[in-house]
């Protein structure tokens, strides 16, 4: 069974198994391949993410390997992630011997294809060592069919032994074309709109449709908004058309698309919300158009008509069939973007991240997961589509091992992780992988000594503070990231002097292997206004 499994992947070109080894897979490395390259983690969730670190930056299915229950348990944060995120991603676990389960022994999975569920789109465990190979092929079609996202597959460890024949080749086109009656339709009410405005989710960025997202605006002269909680850059953020990302509340969506007549959602949900308001869902007399290549995310749309296609598929179709209203239509004024505050003790975020712009050259793919900073980060750090990525999850953890992998998949050019020091510390841990591999990745840390972001939420829900005991569980203080790091290998510094960060961060951004740049941040509620 085993050569029958690996030739699943190569034909898959999988090249990197990402795992953290356990006794229910010894039988399967026992027969692994000298073609096959593995990524040793230190725990499965930073494994996991790895693996969708990759997948984001290749297109190809990523592949993690994780210990029976526990492992899977360690590692459904990065799962959920992936599922957020529709990443295509495989999740191998090894299961006991199947002559025991009846006797439910020490390391077995319980139910195993119900544990990641719903945070997957198939789970199995087969039903013989025989079906195995095939179950594989099947699991890597899945995770590559839009919506992508994970799958799992649980492999009792006797199997590896046992004898299958080859899986017969087959392939699938994925591409899902868009009905010519609704593209009509949606095409005559964008044509007639007097004000139009796009919102571009993830998915645009994820099936390689943001330049055809460009021309769709600028055919359209309509304002172009980014959907709330974009895990990727589905519309480069500097574009005059662009203006800005909608708020993941009610009120906030309905405010903010004001004076629209007609809105497409592209690749997004309608709409991601966070906190609860009450209100309508748009304006008065604002009608919602909706392309998606997500079953559920149209069936849960609250309003408009939502049509279900590839995402590219559609804009091209819309494309062949739309007028050039550009000429017709006065474009919206890009939004002025707020000025940073200075470079000079104490640093504020917002000078850290506008001289970082200045030194990131344009193509770098960038890894962020620093919530108290997300709107600095836009402000002051706009991104590109093809090389932004983050955790759609709500999780912390994710981004350093997802640029680990991200790195893993193009090391002839450095990577950037942008984190927050709360963040770091789930799964620093990554930092090791980095250094075994000398990977081109720089670490960039934001470090407030504390959770902000749940402190923001204080002035979010209108009331003044958590009580004491909470508020003060909430700091972070006394953490070494400089030690931490560099006792895993990789090359830091704090940069607490605004006259030297340029040098140190272009030291950082050049020096061979991984690095890391710890920088001392005032936090938001003690910045108070520019």
Known sequence: ?????????????????????????????????????????????????????????????????????????????????????????????????????????????????????????????????????????????????????????????????????????????????????????????????????????????????????????????????????????????????????????????????????????????????????????????????????NPTHAFSAPVGESLICSVRAGIRALLEQLPDRSAQRTPPTAPSRPRPAPLSAPLQASAVLHLLRTLVPSATPVFEEAPSYREEIRSHFPMEPGRFHNAFSGGLGWALPAAVGGALADPDRRTLCLIGDGSLMYSIQALWTATRHRLPLTVLVLNNTEYGAMKEFTTLYGIDAFPRPIQSALDLPGLDLVAVATGLGVTATRADDPQRLADALSTALTAPGPTLVDIPVQALQDTGPL
């Open 1 to 293: 069974m085993a050569e029958a499994v690996f030739g699943v992947l190569r034909d898959f070109e999988v090249t990197r198994v990402f795992g953290n080894p356990g006794s229910t897979e010894m039988h399967m490395y026992l027969h692994w391949p000298d073609d096959l390259q593995y990524i040793l983690a230190l725990q499965e969730g930073s494994a996991v993410a790895m693996a969708d670190g990759l997948a984001q930056r290749t297109g190809r299915a990523g592949v993690a390997i994780v210990h029976s229950a526990a492992g899977v348990g360690n590692a459904l944060g990065s799962v959920i992630a992936a599922w957020r995120n529709q990443s295509p991603l495989v999740l191998l676990a090894g299961q006991q011997t199947r002559a025991m389960l009846p006797t439910e022994p020490y390391l077995s999975a319980l139910e195993a294809d119900q544990f990641p569920r719903p945070y997957v789109k198939w789970a199995i465990q087969p039903a013989r060592a025989a079906d195995v190979p095939g179950a594989i092929a099947r699991a890597l079609l899945t995770a590559l069919t839009p919506p992508c996202g994970p799958v799992f597959v649980s492999i009792p460890e006797d199997d590896w032994a046992q004898p299958a024949v080859p899986v017969p080749p087959h392939t699938v086109v994925p591409t899902l074309g868009a009905d010519p009656s609704a593209i009509a339709r949606f095409a005559n009410v964008l044509a007639d709109a007097k004000n139009p405005a796009l919102v571009i989710g993830p998915a645009v960025d994820g099936d390689g449709a943001a330049a055809d997202a460009v021309v769709l605006a600028e055919h359209l002269g309509a304002a172009v908004y980014g959907a709330p909680w974009c895990s990727r850059a589905g519309f480069p953020e500097q574009h005059p058309l662009f203006q800005g990302f909608l708020t993941a509340t009610r009120e906030g969506v309905t405010k903010r698309l004001n004076g629209h007549d007609v809105v497409l959602v592209i690749g997004a949900q309608v709409f991601t919300y966070h906190v609860h308001t009450e209100g309508p869902f748009l304006p008065d007399g604002t009608r919602c158009l909706h392309l998606t290549d």
